[in-house]
């Protein structure tokens, strides 16, 4: 891995997560007038297709075989386009305008969740600046979000299931993010655009018996009340972003590429500040910890560049003290 590609990673991965920041508050106007199972099967159905048309021009037919990885790829796709995007969006519905706050907590626990199941599953020791960067990053995030009032525990314990519903989800896009290393013989295009169609066709299948089952399907009304907010959601926190963030994990790797996460609760305080909100001194502190531990892991493992080896072959991995 060259310096460059540190550089073009962090960028790919900051462009994603500053996309996934407005996601929540958008996300939260359109689940006023839309079930969030169709909410999310509808915005990534858009996604697979314009994804496909992509892969079709660039790569061609050939490129839509599974090579016999077919149950690796409806695997990964099911945890990022059913797991994540059903009960992240079910919770954030289920818990009202706190949902916002609560989501963008739980995203900032990605890194936390991403160092666990490699370390468990794969060997794979993180090196200590990293791990103290992600704590960092965690503790900033949590102060921008909570203002310093730690009120929000007394949510969390009132609303387990919706909370729940979160936290399954986030780590169903961990195992996602981390599930690409599996494919690095593919161009991103490839595994991101085969993913999303194998992932939001079980999203349609369970959309279809909960129509069965009573599910009301949005009218023409309703899809046009959110015709903006859909588009923004296919467009940027959709293929932009998912293109985006599986090009910068396989360039940083994933317990390095999704460290960006913590910029999601940023990217939300900065447009409430747009919109005529006023900055606390506690979310100045904590966007000031998330930036400085992003750039203090960037600036460690561009320095370690020659001494860093492949996180997922366990006889290559070795503890960096």
Same mark, same amino acid.
């Given at each position: 891995?060259?310096?460059? &590609? ?5 960028l790919l991965?900051?462009t994603a #997560? ?40 660039? $790569? ?69 600046? !990293? ?20 009120? +929000? ?13 979160i936290l ?15 494919? @690095?013989?593919? #161009?991103?295009?490839?595994?991101? !655009? ?16 909960? !129509? ?8 023409? $009304?309703?899809? &046009? ?18 293109? #985006? ?27 409430? +500040?747009? &919109?005529?909100?006023?900055? @606390? ?5 904590? !966007? ?18 020659? #001494? &860093?080896?492949? $996180? ?10």
């Amino acid at each position: 891995m060259k310096k460059n &590609q540190v550089l073009i990673g962090a960028l790919l991965c900051l462009t994603a #997560s500053i996309s996934w920041g407005a996601m929540f508050p958008v996300a939260e106007r359109a689940l006023r007038y839309i079930d969030p199972i169709y909410f999310s099967f509808l915005r990534y159905l858009a996604v697979s297709i314009i994804l496909g048309i992509l892969l079709l021009i660039k $790569e061609g037919k050939k490129s839509f075989c599974l090579k016999g990885k077919g149950k690796n790829l409806l695997f990964f796709g099911t945890m990022a386009f059913t797991v994540y995007n059903f009960l992240i969006f079910s919770g954030q519905d289920l818990l009202g305008h706190n949902g916002v706050i609560v989501a963008s907590i739980m995203e900032s626990l990605m890194p936390m969740i991403s160092i666990m199941i490699m370390w468990v599953f794969k060997n794979a020791r993180p090196m200590k600046y !990293t791990i103290a960067s992600m704590l960092l990053a965690l503790i900033g995030a949590i102060l921008v979000i909570t203002n310093g009032n730690l009120s +929000f525990l007394f949510l969390l314990k009132d609303s387990i299931i919706p909370i729940l519903f979160i936290l399954i989800g986030v780590i169903g896009w961990v195992i996602y993010t981390i599930g690409g290393n599996q494919f @690095s013989g593919w #161009s991103t295009l490839r595994y991101s !655009t085969l993913t999303c169609i194998l992932g939001t066709s079980v999203s349609g299948i369970i959309t279809f018996f909960a !129509t069965v089952l009573g599910l009301s399907v949005p009218t023409a $009304e309703v899809i &046009q009340s959110i015709y903006g907010e859909m588009i923004f959601m296919i467009i940027f926190p959709g293929a932009i972003a998912l293109l #985006s963030w599986n090009l910068g994990i396989k360039l940083l790797t994933p317990i390095n590429g999704i460290l960006f996460i913590n910029v999601v609760p940023i990217t939300t305080l900065v447009i409430v +500040f747009i &919109q005529g909100g006023s900055l @606390s001194s506690f979310e100045l502190l904590g !966007t000031f910890l998330v930036i400085y531990a992003l750039i203090q892991n960037n600036y460690y493992q561009r320095k370690n560049l020659p #001494s &860093q080896v492949e $996180e997922l072959n366990p006889r290559k991995v070795k503890r960096i003290a």
